[in-house]
């Protein structure tokens, strides 16, 4: 009942705060696991958005997916979303979720959370062992765009050992996962991967989704072979 009600006071403090209270949205608490720790979709038929709620959500959770809300609201993403059915979800999500932290890294409480979560489930190395290459690269992609350009630098500095700890061994995983798919994929393909992750802080300001998008189109286009799993 507590937890519930902790949620709840959440969840209306950051409606409020994010200035969501004209959107309609349901909020769904489910045991399925197949959400982890929670998800945000729109419902183009009935015209709300769903945000699916698990027991394994905490407050970052929370926030985060209505954060989905409030960036879709800042780019009016919506247009985009109707025209374009996603493929290749763990690695379109990754790069979306760096764009909904860093809108909401701006408010103090949120930014801490992140800063605070960010070294907490690792080591990693019992994560990955069961990850499809899709779904390392798209845990890649989240934690090189979170730590090198959404927290501030000395944040960054007082974690760095942490931090490039985990994206070795996260490119590691990436290499011996593409072998065993037979994906072409090597170094070099890392390498060229990062110079377009790189241009996140150009564009991260940016209000214009179809500039967004074209950033995540650049760096699907390495990834043409790659399953969706
Ligand atoms: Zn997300």
Redesign the pocket.
Known sequence: MVVKRIRKTILSKWVNKLNLNNIPIEFIYTNNNTFENGL?SYDFNAKKYRIFITPNSDKETYI?ELG?IYFDKLTNALNYYQKNPFKNIYIR?SI??GF?NYNLSKFNEFYDLINENIGRSKPINYLIKSFSLNRLLGGYIYDYLHWNFILKPKDRNLQKEIIDYNLNIYQKAILIRAKQEKIKFNQKDLFKLRIILNQFPKIKDLRDYKILKKYEDQVLEKFEKIRDI
């Open positions: 945000c985060h989905h999500n979306e979720d909904v």
